[in-house]
Nanobody, 120 residues
Framework: QVQLVESGGGLVQPGGSLLLSCAFS????????MGWYRQAPGKQRDVVAI???????TYADSVKGRFTISRDNAKNTVYLQMNSLKPEDTAVYFC??????????????WGKGTLVTVSS
């Protein structure tokens, strides 16, 4: 079994910054794609950013130029640096990872989420 634990959420004023972290622990052979998703109240969960095993990144149009996803494979951790935050960034942020646990088994795991609130 694998656990994903997010941290770094909180209340921030518009224009501020936050750094989200997501650490994985458990039976891990390797981690393939990692990503961050968010879900605002009353809305569906949407992708924010993805980073592949070779560190190729993709972003939602709404966060391009403001958010940066990165990974530390040695620490089994994925980060999301969020700058120039806007009220519309308010949501619960979830990390996601495709984790290879054996030669034949790759499982998609989710964290429990961390709340980011952007408000003055």
């Amino acid at each position: 079994q694998v656990q994903l634990v997010e941290s770094g959420g909180g209340l921030v004023q518009p224009g501020g910054s936050l750094l989200l972290s997501c650490a994985f622990s458990g039976t891990i052979l390797s981690v393939r794609d990692m990503g961050w998703y968010r879900q605002a109240p009353g809305k569906q969960r949407d992708v924010v950013a993805i980073i592949t095993s070779d560190s190729t990144t993709t972003y939602a149009d709404s966060v391009k130029g403001r958010f940066t996803i990165s990974r530390d494979n040695a620490k089994n951790t994925v980060y999301l640096q969020m700058n120039s935050l806007k009220p519309e960034d308010t949501a619960v942020y979830f990390c996601n990872a495709d984790i290879r646990q054996s030669q034949d088994t790759t499982v998609d795991y989710w964290g429990k989420g961390t709340l980011v609130t952007v408000s003055s």
